[in-house]
């Protein structure tokens, strides 16, 4: 069972839109939740985190929202640009980086 | 700075035979993992290394076996292949198996078993 539910599968946006990805978890043990981008033929890479005492943070085009209550968080992004185009994941940790559990991923597609 | 490398990129194997996927960091990272990709699965942890000469096992560990001799090397071994191993394999560093340390990503190797 996947521990980490992620959506949407694929996601296609025109430049300069919004893009959100949602992601919700049922283990409460959870209390970091990285998202990572990866770009076809590459390694995933970290984009940004948060702990579940914030609701939410911004890094530059970037924001997570976070609602403990519902055990749902969410990645948002403004202006998306084509070179935004790649796959997204959520993750959660419970104690250390031996116990990461990723999402399925959401493709985003962004057309100019 | 290389950070991780992976060998080989892509290998296709025959199911029963044994296969040693390699992972080189440079950055002096204690902590290390393996995780395999599919689709609509997202990536799932194999196993882990929190420092040289230590391991442990992840999420799907069945079927595959690594080793830490020293810091910079982890590497992931099929003893006997088998059809559902065919994935995307990608080796991970962070500097501790802090949850707040980041895990760094190598390139992957797909690999396909027939």
């Known amino acids: 069972q996947q521990q980490v539910k992620q959506s949407p599968q694929s996601l296609i946006v025109q430049k300069g839109g919004i893009s959100i990805i949602n992601c919700a978890y049922e283990n409460t043990a959870f209390d970091y939740f990285p998202w990572y981008q990866q770009f076809p033929g590459k390694g995933p890479a970290l984009l940004i985190a948060i702990r579940p005492d914030v609701s939410e943070k911004k890094e530059g085009r970037f924001t997570i929202s976070f609602n403990k209550s519902a055990k749902q968080f969410s990645l948002h992004f403004m202006d998306s640009q084509p070179g935004d185009s790649a796959t997204y994941f959520c993750a959660a940790i419970a104690y250390n980086n031996n116990d990461m559990r990723f999402g399925a991923g959401t493709r985003l597609t962004v057309k100019p | 700075i290389a950070g991780i490398t992976q060998a080989p990129t892509s290998q296709i194997l025959a199911a029963g035979r044994r296969m040693t996927l390699r992972c080189t960091q440079d950055?002096?990272?204690?902590?290390m993992y393996w995780y395999r990709q599919d689709l609509g699965l997202g990536l799932r942890l194999i196993h882990y290394?929190?420092?040289?000469?230590?391991?442990g096992k992840g999420e799907v560990p069945d079927g595959y076996s690594v080793s830490r001799a020293n810091t910079d090397d982890f590497p992931l071994t099929l003893a006997s292949a088998v059809p559902s191993q065919t994935s995307v394999y990608f080796c991970?560093?962070?500097?501790?198996?802090?949850?707040?340390?980041?895990?760094?990503f190598g390139p992957g190797t797909r690999l396909t078993v027939l």
């Open positions: 991970a560093s962070s500097q501790t198996s802090g949850r707040t340390d980041t895990q760094y």
């Open positions: 950055m002096r990272h204690n902590a």
């Open positions: 290394s929190n420092t040289a000469g230590t391991t």
